[in-house]
Nanobody, 121 residues
Framework: QLQLVESGGGLVQAGGSLRLSCAAS????????MGWYRQAPGKQRELVAD???????NYADSVKGRFTISRDNAKNTVYLQMNSLKPEDTAVYYC???????????????WGQGTQVTVSS
């Protein structure tokens, strides 16, 4: 069974940094795009950043210059380095990945369980 397992997150003061990690596990044949989304209370889930298997990145305007997404293809792991955090970054952060279990199988869209990031002012 394919799954995404997140780690990191927590409570930090404004201006601080946190690093999130997300590892894809199970019998994986291939991993395509991976990314991070977040959902604040009362708001819709939004894209924070994503990265292709070739390393092309995409960021939400609100995090450009502060967050950096990266991945280790050998470990099927994606990271989100978050610097200069602001109270408005407070949300549950979800890892997302498009994975395939076999060469003839279909690509599937998978989500992590979510990790809370709280930034105090």
């Amino acid at each position: 069974q394919l799954q995404l397992v997140e780690s990191g997150g927590g409570l930090v003061q404004a201006g601080g940094s946190l690093r999130l990690s997300c590892a894809a596990s199970g019998s994986i044949f291939s991993v395509s795009i991976m990314g991070w989304y977040r959902q604040a209370p009362g708001k819709q889930r939004e894209l924070v950043a994503d990265i292709t298997s070739g390393g092309i990145t995409n960021y939400a305007d609100s995090v450009k210059g502060r967050f950096t997404i990266s991945r280790d293809n050998a470990k099927n792991t994606v990271y989100l380095q978050m610097n200069s955090l602001k109270p408005e970054d407070t949300a549950v952060y979800y890892c997302n990945g498009v994975l395939k279990a076999t060469v003839v199988g279909r690509w599937g869209d998978y989500w992590g369980q979510g990790t809370q990031v709280t930034v105090s002012s």
